[in-house]
């Protein structure tokens, strides 16, 4: 089995270039490339992408990596805060669950903020059924 037919697969998932950008990368020079070199790796430094996006308009190969750059970032500020939204969800939930231990040890009743009134709204159909009896 060749190497090449093992890493098919991943034709699949890469997109072909349209006639377009095959027309743009014809047309660069090399000096046109080198000037701009070190503007297109900024692009792909999380908040330095802005720099070649906005200081390199005039360079066709540093503003399409610069633009990639852009949504790139975009992702992982997303991505950051989410974890961080689910880091910190996570922690509150394990200090109230702390707080309701030491509640319950100390034989008293504990609402906790949203929770509790989640919680008053849901109620066990059995539990009304013998109140409504009582």
């Known amino acids: 089995m060749k190497v090449e037919e093992t890493f098919n697969f991943f034709k699949d998932f890469v997109p ?5 950008e095959q027309d743009i990368e014809d047309e ?18 999380p908040v330095l992408c802005f720099i070649p996006f906005f200081q ?5 190969f ?15 500020a997303i991505a950051l805060l989410g974890a961080v939204f689910w880091k910190a969800a996570l922690l509150l939930a394990a200090l109230a669950s702390l ?3 030491i ?3 100390q034989g008293k009743l504990w609402t906790i903020p949203l929770i509790g ?9 059995r539990n ?3 109140e409504e009896e009582a």
């Not at 072909?16 to 377009?20: C, I, P, T």
């Not at 660069?28 to 430094?45: D, G, H, N, Q, V």
């Not at 009134?117 to 159909?125: P, T, V, Y």
């Open 117 to 125: 009134i989640l919680a008053s709204r849901f109620d066990n159909s």
């Open 128 to 130: 009304t059924e013998k």
């Open 28 to 45: 660069l020079t090399p000096e046109e490339i080198e000037e701009y070199k070190s503007m297109a790796i900024l692009s792909y430094i």
């Open 99 to 101: 707080v309701g231990v």
């Open 16 to 20: 072909q270039r349209d006639a377009e």
């Open 62 to 76: 540093a503003y399409k990596h610069a633009k990639q750059g852009i949504i790139l970032f975009l992702f992982e």
């Open 103 to 105: 509640m319950v040890l």
């Open 56 to 60: 390199a308009k005039g360079n066709r």
